[in-house]
């Protein structure tokens, strides 16, 4: 699933390892993440929005929403 | 002791298993005469314990491990038992209907395993198809 995850946790000078620590995940699941290879569940997704402060929508962009035009 | 984590656990205890299991299985095979026939379930017990702790160790790393962990893990039990069960079944049919070579259907479970070491080198992602 596309996301912001990894400019995210750079933005914020962390590492896979101290990122996967805050979450309660492990770093191979970071790793994961950031390369599109696990789609995380609501609750993951929900944690990682409360960690960066941001809504979950906003990291995780949803595919299924249709694009309005402006 | 420091707690190790899921995956250290399971490949240390995993290998601590598959050295008891090569010690415990020869000798038992080789000195199956020599065991009193009213005895000998202890043995089949024996060799079965080291076994069915090593699918307690799966279970125990998938209950410790994250989601993402959790789900390959179960990706390469699935893609494991689908390699095996028709293995198994063409091989068990064949042996019904042509004489050849009778293995013991014990040996399903150190084949099962040899297996699953062999899949967890090709699936290590959760990745599934979506509508993306």
Redesign the interface.
């Given at each position: 699933?596309?996301n912001t995850l990894r400019d995210l946790r750079t933005a914020r000078g962390w590492s896979q390892q101290e990122l996967g620590e805050a979450l309660?995940?492990?770093r191979?699941?970071v790793i994961?993440?950031e390369t599109?290879?696990?789609?995380?569940?609501l609750d993951?997704a929900y944690r990682i929005a409360a960690l960066f402060e941001k809504p979950a929508e906003e990291i995780f962009p949803n595919?299924?929403r249709k694009r309005t035009r402006r | 002791m420091p707690k190790l984590s899921p995956n250290t656990e399971y490949a240390v205890v995993g290998v601590l298993l598959s050295v008891l299991i090569a010690i415990l299985y020869v000798p038992v095979l080789f000195v199956k005469g020599l065991i009193p026939a009213d005895m000998r379930w202890i043995a089949g017990a024996l060799l079965a314990a080291p076994f069915l702790a090593m699918h307690y160790m799966v279970y125990r790393l998938m209950r410790r491990s994250d989601e993402f962990l959790r789900t390959v893990i179960a990706k390469r039990l699935i893609v494991t038992t689908l390699l095996m069960l028709p293995a198994t079944l063409v091989y068990g049919l064949t042996q019904t209907f042509v004489e050849g070579p009778v293995i013991p259907i014990t040996f399903a479970a150190p084949v099962f395993w040899v297996v699953f070491a062999v899949v967890c080198v090709f699936v290590h992602g959760s990745r599934v198809p979506t509508s993306e």
């Open positions: 699933m596309k309660g995940v492990s191979q699941a994961a993440l599109e290879r696990h789609a995380p569940s993951l595919p299924h | -």
